[in-house]
C-alpha cells in the first residue's frame, strides 16, 4: 500500500511525463517502435504486462494546449480533462491510449509500438512523421504513488489455463504478458492481423502459449471455434465491437464465467472511443 505522504503529495493514480522521441525503428509494414525519453520518466512505475497509458499528442504546429495537464502534482482528470474538453476541437491535443512495448525506467524510457492504420487515425500520422526530438506528453503510473492498480486489466487470479484474445493494436500487451506468465500457465492466443507479414507475435511467445493467428474479420468465429470452458482467465483487446462479440461469445455461448473475463476495446473502427 501506497504511504499517506505519497497520496497527500500526489492526490491521482497517474502523472503527466513530458517526453521526447529518441529513436524510431520500423518493426514490420504497419509497425513503428518509437523509444520515448525523459527525465521524470525515471518516476514511471512498470506495474502491469497490459499497462495502459495515454499519449497526448503534439497539436499541428507543435507543443501542448493550455488545459492544466502539467501543473504538479498532476490533477484530477476532472480538472484537466474538463478543461481540455472545453476548447474548440481544433485547438485541443489529440489523445490516444496505448500500451508500452517496454519500460526502462531506470533509463528513463518507455518503447511504444505503433500499427499504422490505413486509412491513417491521428496517431499514426503523427508517428509516422515524427521526427528525432520531438516532444510529446504521456501520463501513466508513478512510482510515488505507490500501487494503485491505475491501467491494468491483465489481474488473473491463480492462473493455470488463459485465452488471449487480440488484434494488432494489442499486440505488445500479448507479448508482454507471455513474458509474465508463471511456469505452470498454458493457454490460447487468438490474434487477428490483417497482413501476415505484420506477424509479429509468434517468435517472441514462447512454449506456454498456443498462437492462432486468424485474418481481417475471423476473431468472433475463432474464439466460437475454440470452445473451451475450462479457462481460469480470459482476456480480450482490440477493436471495440471485435471485442465486445467476442466476450459475448464466451459469456453467453460458451458459458465462461463473467468474472474470468477482462476486455478493453484499444480503438473503434471510424473513429476515435473518447473523444
Known amino acids: 500500500m501506497p504511504d499517506t505522504p505519497h497520496l497527500l503529495a500526489r492526490p491521482w493514480a497517474y502523472s503527466a511525463f513530458p517526453?521526447?522521441?529518441?529513436?524510431?525503428?520500423?518493426?514490420?509494414?504497419?509497425?513503428l517502435r518509437l523509444t520515448f525519453g525523459g527525465e521524470t520518466l525515471r518516476h514511471f512505475a512498470p506495474w502491469g504486462a497490459d499497462q495502459r497509458i495515454k499519449l497526448v499528442l503534439p497539436l499541428p504546429g507543435g507543443g501542448l494546449a493550455d488545459f492544466g495537464l502539467l501543473a504538479e502534482p498532476t490533477p484530477?482528470?476532472?480538472?484537466?480533462?474538463?478543461?481540455?474538453k472545453a476548447l474548440p476541437v481544433d485547438e485541443r491535443n489529440v489523445l490516444r491510449t496505448y500500451t508500452p512495448a517496454a519500460i526502462r525506467p531506470e533509463a528513463g524510457e518507455i518503447d511504444v509500438d505503433f500499427y499504422l492504420h490505413s486509412p491513417?487515425?491521428?496517431?499514426?500520422?503523427?508517428?509516422r512523421t515524427a521526427e528525432i526530438g520531438e516532444t510529446l506528453v504521456i501520463t501513466g503510473p508513478d512510482a510515488r504513488n505507490g500501487w494503485t492498480g491505475y491501467g491494468i486489466h491483465w489481474q488473473p487470479?491463480?492462473?493455470g489455463t488463459f485465452l488471449l484474445v487480440a488484434?494488432?493494436?494489442?499486440?505488445?500487451?500479448?507479448?508482454?504478458?507471455?513474458?509474465?506468465?508463471?511456469?505452470?500457465?498454458?493457454?490460447?492466443?487468438i490474434v487477428e492481423i490483417g497482413d501476415a507479414a505484420d506477424d509479429v507475435t509468434?517468435?517472441?511467445?514462447?512454449d506456454q502459449v498456443d498462437v492462432r493467428v486468424v485474418g481481417r474479420g475471423e476473431t468472433e468465429a475463432a474464439v466460437r471455434a475454440w470452445g473451451s470452458t475450462e479457462v481460469d482467465y480470459a482476456w480480450l483487446a482490440g477493436e471495440s465491437g471485435v471485442v465486445t462479440a467476442a466476450r459475448r461469445v464466451l459469456v453467453r455461448e460458451l458459458g465462461v464465467?463473467?468474472?474470468?473475463?477482462?476486455?478493453?476495446?484499444?480503438?473503434?473502427?471510424?473513429?476515435?472511443?473518447?473523444d
Not at 484530477?76 to 481540455?84: G, K, Q
Request: charged letters at 20%; proline letters at 8%; glycine letters at 8%.
Open 19 to 31: 517526453v521526447a522521441v529518441r529513436a524510431r525503428r520500423a518493426l514490420s509494414p504497419h509497425f
Open 257 to 274: 464465467a463473467r468474472e474470468r473475463v477482462s476486455f478493453l476495446g484499444y480503438w473503434r473502427e471510424g473513429g476515435a472511443l473518447v
Open 157 to 159: 487470479p491463480a492462473l
Open 167 to 189: 488484434d494488432e493494436t494489442a499486440i505488445p500487451a500479448v507479448r508482454n504478458i507471455a513474458a509474465a506468465l508463471p511456469a505452470q500457465a498454458q493457454g490460447v492466443a
Open 202 to 206: 509468434v517468435s517472441a511467445l514462447g
Open 120 to 127: 491513417e487515425g491521428p496517431a499514426s500520422r503523427w508517428a
Open 76 to 84: 484530477h482528470p476532472s480538472d484537466w480533462y474538463a478543461r481540455w
